[in-house]
């Protein structure tokens, strides 16, 4: 018996959005550009540990405060 749910390796655009906290229309825009994903005829193949790999090794922003 499993007993942690088992994520599919690859996900969804809207389910990437989601994951990003960005709107689906910018997700789309951002495809292939700055987030790492992979056209194949009409569809996009994302790769859930590229996508996870490539958020959590992404250099972190720090505000100017002035």
Partial sequence: MVTGEMK???MSV???ASFL???LSH???QL???IPAHRVGRR???SRQQIENWFNNAPIREENSK
């Fill in 32 to 34: 292939g550009y700055s």
């Fill in 21 to 23: 906290n960005l709107s």
């Fill in 27 to 29: 997700t789309y825009q």
């Fill in 44 to 46: 996009w193949i994302i």
């Fill in 8 to 10: 599919a390796p690859t």
């Fill in 14 to 16: 809207e389910e990437l």
